[in-house]
C-alpha cells in the first residue's frame, strides 16, 4: 500500500487549502473497510489527529478544526480529500494522511497572519 498526499501550500489566515490523499495497491472492500485518517504534527510537537472517517462511515474531527475542516472520500478513486477553510496560523504543520497503518508522505501547510 502507498499513499500519495498533495495540496498543501501557503495561504494567508483566512484562506483555504485542500488536501488530497490518494491510496493505492488496496482493492475497494479494504478501502472501504479501514479507517482513513489525516493528521498534523509541528515540529517538536506529536503528531495529532485532525479528522478520521472510519469504515463505518462515522466522522470524527478535532476539536480545534470543527466547523472548518471537512473530511470526504471518494471510494471509486481511493482517495480522500481535507477541505481547510478559515485557516488560522496555528494550523500550519505538516499534513500526514492515513490509510489502516500506512502513512503518506506528507504536505506542508503555512498559514500566515
Known amino acids: 500500500v502507498q499513499l500519495q498526499a498533495s495540496g498543501g501550500g501557503s495561504v494567508q489566515a483566512g484562506g483555504s487549502l485542500r488536501l488530497s490523499c490518494r491510496v493505492s495497491g488496496t482493492i475497494l472492500s479494504v478501502f472501504w473497510s479501514k479507517t482513513k485518517a489525516w493528521y498534523r504534527q509541528v515540529p517538536g510537537q506529536v503528531r495529532e489527529l485532525v479528522a478520521e472517517i472510519t469504515g463505518d462511515g462515522a466522522i470524527n474531527y478535532a476539536e480545534s478544526v470543527k466547523g472548518r475542516f471537512t473530511l470526504s472520500k471518494d471510494n471509486t478513486k481511493r482517495s480522500t480529500y481535507l477541505q481547510m477553510t478559515s485557516l488560522k496560523p496555528e494550523d500550519t504543520a505538516v499534513y500526514y494522511c492515513?490509510?489502516?497503518?500506512?502513512w503518506g508522505q506528507g504536505t506542508q501547510v503555512t498559514v500566515s497572519s
Open positions: 492515513r490509510f489502516g497503518l500506512s
